[in-house]
């Protein structure tokens, strides 16, 4: 292609409609026919990323190879595409006014006076059009974060239409909107997606697509209705009901024929027929379960599900691997005690201690690791779970009494988790943590190598403390084996236990990199182990 092509999700009526999903799926379907594809999310809070943010503020931080900390819209770009984000990918209007005043304040403007147009517009512009210059992609969808008229997401609708101008059929917007259904008349209703589309025109911008998210199906003269309204062709109007998976979303949107309208309104060719065949048996297999297994995710922020999607969604990936329905109990860390941890985690086929900052909750995560090492339940510990396993280790089997992570206790006695030497220095909060993709080397004969059947690995990271090695030669007399080593630092990445069934703490992330077409082997040899674990549940 000569040039990259690019297209605008934007969303109205209601936030969490699901943009991000329907631009991974569009991107799903151009590049099954053959295309190369990327997505970017715009957001229009003005942190400068999400790394700060509080995840009952804005749920999971998503971290990418490059150690961008990035909006959970990406991790579901990635478990569609299966192809890595970079920092590139998500920005941010406190990124975007970050720029524009470091250029002011170094003279590039050479004294004109700095405004949003055509300033902020411009950095915009520039932003968008990276992933298509610099990495040639054929396409560029690039989601919008909020809703059309949020005064926060007025300079990106005006960059929206400035590149519309600028670039012709070389660009394209697609508006996803809610049609809602009315009980109490029996109706769907569509005068909320013209007044969403009223609001886009306003600021001068046609939608050429409009995707209608809806719980009962539209009909033909809905369809025309909208259409008419709305300034689109009937066939423009696209239906987004309600899916029993999120991985449905592709395969509704491929009979709604949105990659086929997309392509003929960019003057763009059909290409193959969109090969979807592994997609679809992992459908299947998800849909299709032959057993059951029960998980307890143990952390403090489980009543909120978007704070540890990556690792609900890992186990989806996992349980469709095993053909397995994987039921995630969420687990409120501060409700366990010594006098209730068995009552709380009785009849849990596995157990995993979530990723987190601060001590909150912090002795209910070590009481359950202590239930799942005495009791033989499988247990994975991931970055502060793992963690809390060395912590639990120390205390419990090392006699250890008083051993705690600097993090949560910096006068501990036994500092088994410790700051890490880079990070003692550093003041700023955003941004300065073990970022990104680190390789890690795996001993032969444990564990972790059967796991990942590699002695090389590269996991992602987000973390300041870690096991402190003062530790290690005791640790490992007593059973508690360090598996993975990142060599070049000297930092243990893997511990497990040796005389446990199936007990692996891991620094890093996995759930970043899992995918439905790379299921991560971590959490399918996690799964695999519950089942063994009770193979008499029945679904």
Not at 210 to 222: A, D, M, S
Not at 358 to 375: D, L, Q, V
């Amino acid at each position: 292609m000569a040039s990259s092509k690019y297209i605008f999700v934007t969303g109205g009526v209601a936030s969490s409609l699901g943009k991000g999903i329907i631009s991974a799926s569009l991107a799903k379907l151009l590049q099954a026919r053959g295309f190369t594809v990327t997505i970017q999310k715009l957001d229009p809070y003005i942190n400068i990323d999400p790394g700060t943010l509080n995840p009952y503020e804005h749920g999971e931080c998503f971290v990418t190879e490059d150690g961008a900390e990035t909006d959970l819209d990406l991790g579901h770009y990635e478990r569609y595409l299966n192809v890595p984000t970079s920092q590139a990918n998500n920005v941010t209007t406190g990124r975007i006014y970050q720029e524009v005043i470091l250029k002011e304040r170094r003279g590039d403007y050479l004294g004109e006076t700095v405004q949003v147009i055509p300033h902020i517009t411009d950095e915009i512009k520039r932003r968008i059009k990276l992933l298509g210059t610099d990495k040639g992609f054929d396409f560029v969808i690039t989601e919008i974060g909020g809703t059309v008229g949020d005064i926060e997401s007025l300079p990106y609708i005006e960059a929206v239409r400035q590149m519309r101008w600028e670039m012709g059929t070389d660009c394209l917007v697609i508006h996803l909107t809610l049609v809602p259904f009315l009980a109490a008349a029996a109706e769907l209703k569509t005068k909320p997606t013209q007044h969403s589309v009223k609001a886009l025109l306003e600021q001068g911008v046609q939608p050429d697509i409009i995707v209608c998210r809806t719980e009962k199906h539209l009909n033909e003269n809905l369809r025309n209705k909208i259409a008419l309204f709305c300034n689109v062709n009937p066939t423009s109007v696209i239906e987004s009901i309600d899916a029993e998976s999120i991985y449905d979303v592709p395969l509704l949107m491929l009979d709604e024929k949105l990659d086929l309208e997309v392509l003929e309104k960019m003057h763009m060719p059909v290409g193959h027929t969109p090969e979807l065949t592994r997609w679809e048996e992992f459908l299947f297999r998800l849909k299709h379960p032959t057993r059951k297994v029960v998980i307890g995710l143990v952390g403090k922020y489980v009543e909120l599900k978007d704070a540890y999607k990556s690792i609900n969604e890992s186990f989806v990936h996992a349980g469709a691997a095993n053909q397995c329905k994987v039921v995630v109990k969420a687990i409120h860390s501060e409700n366990i005690s010594t006098d209730t941890v068995a009552s709380v985690l009785e009849g849990l086929d596995g157990i995993l201690v979530a990723p987190g900052f601060g001590s909150r909750g912090i002795e209910g995560k070590i009481e359950a690791i202590r239930y799942a090492r005495e009791k033989n339940i499988p247990f994975l510990g991931i970055c502060l779970g793992m963690q809390c396993a060395v912590i639990e280790f120390g205390r419990n089997v090392l006699g250890l009494s008083k051993a705690h992570s600097t993090e949560m206790d910096p006068e501990t006695p036994d500092p088994v988790i410790d700051i890490m030497e880079d990070q003692k220095t550093v003041c700023k909060k955003g941004g300065t943590m073990r970022l990104g993709a680190f390789p890690c080397t795996i001993k032969k004969d444990t564990l972790a190598h059967r796991v990942y059947n590699t002695i090389d690995i590269q996991e992602r990271h987000r973390h300041r403390y870690e096991f402190n090695n003062r530790y290690l030669d005791a640790y490992q007399k007593a059973g508690m084996i360090a598996s993975g080593i990142n060599q070049k630092d000297n930092l243990v990445e893997i511990v497990e236990l040796s005389e446990h069934p199936w007990f692996v703490g891991i620094q890093f992330h996995p759930e970043y990199k899992s995918t439905v077409a790379n299921p991560h082997p971590l959490f399918v040899n996690f799964v695999k182990a519950a089942i063994e674990n009770n193979p008499d549940r029945s679904l």
